[in-house]
């Protein structure tokens, strides 16, 4: 099996996309790149904590090259909860990725365990399970793991 590189605000495996940190050089035929996209744990949409404005937010930023910016630029561009951003906000997104180098075969999601990463695959093949069955597979520029947390629900698939 082939090793697998990701850029998180997501992760993968088996094969991927990368853009976020770390090497962005495969090492060799047996290596492949994830891109895993906003790494970010989930945040619930209201609270009745108030939030005061001591408080500054720090932007965190994942270097990439400019390759993997494009790949991750145009899943998101592709991508309906994306589509609609203005360049600067897609350049927030993107700079908050990060890069994940993972081996084919390895679980990046397991269906029914809580979602905390959105991924885009940078270079390599992913499959798709449910219910331990193979329903679809992902590759270079594809995109996976919003489901959960766009509905703040258990994850749908596994994708290994």
Known sequence: RQVSRATMGCSGSKGGAGAGGGSSESKGPAEDKVVVAL???????????????????????????PQARQIIARALKNHFLFANLRPDEA????????????????????????????????????????SSTKVSEVSDGASFGELALLYNSPRAATVA
Do not use: L
């Not at 989930?42 to 090259?65: A, E, L, Q």
């Open 39 to 65: 790494k970010s744990k989930r945040r619930g949409i209201f609270t009745s904590t108030r939030i005061d404005g001591n408080h500054t937010y720090v932007k965190k930023t994942f270097p990439k090259s």
């Open 91 to 130: 350049n927030e997104v993107i700079d908050a990725m990060r890069q994940r180098v993972v081996n084919a075969g390895t679980v990046v999601i397991k269906q029914g365990e809580e979602g905390d990463n959105f991924y885009v695959v940078e270079r390599g093949m992913f499959d798709i399970y449910v």
